[in-house]
């Protein structure tokens, strides 16, 4: 394989991987509660056991497919992947400005203002926490 090629599968890999850790946190909990979603873990303990089977015989095939691809191991600085999931996210937010809401229907200017005023303040919230992030 060439440079690209393991690059590439390395990456497809990496990405089920993530969902795969994902699941495993998931999956030890009875629910997980988050500021925006409430998931509750509906399998039994014995599903919980297989399930976490699984997943662990998923994780040592991807290992092995690693090793035996001589896929790299991506070095990942967290300083940058902050910067660049904060940035992403105030993009995001950007969109959520009233007027961009507005071509989803009416919105009447208290609640606009509103918005405005939450937005501005989890902008500034961002920014202060890349701010610490880059230094």
């Known amino acids: 394989m060439n440079a690209d090629q393991k690059r590439f599968l390395a990456a497809a890999l990496a990405e089920l991987e993530e969902h795969l850790c994902r ?16 998931i509750p873990n509906p399998f039994r303990p014995e599903q919980r056991r ?3 089977e699984h997943i662990a015989a998923i994780k040592e095939h991807l290992r ?5 691809f001589g896929l790299p191991i991506q070095n990942t600085d967290l300083r940058w ?3 660049v999931t ?3 996210s105030l993009t995001n937010l950007a969109e959520c400005e009233p007027k961009r809401l507005r071509s989803f229907g009416d919105l009447d200017e208290p609640t606009a203002a509103q918005i405005s005023q939450f937005l501005e303040g989890l902008t500034d919230l961002l920014n202060r926490l890349s701010q610490t992030a880059k230094e």
């Open 86 to 88: 904060l940035l992403h």
């Open 50 to 52: 297989q399930l976490l």
């Open 23 to 38: 699941f495993e946190r998931l999956l030890q909990q009875d629910e997980t509660v988050t500021i925006f979603q409430r």
């Open 64 to 68: 092995a497919m690693r090793d035996s």
């Open 81 to 83: 992947q902050m910067t």
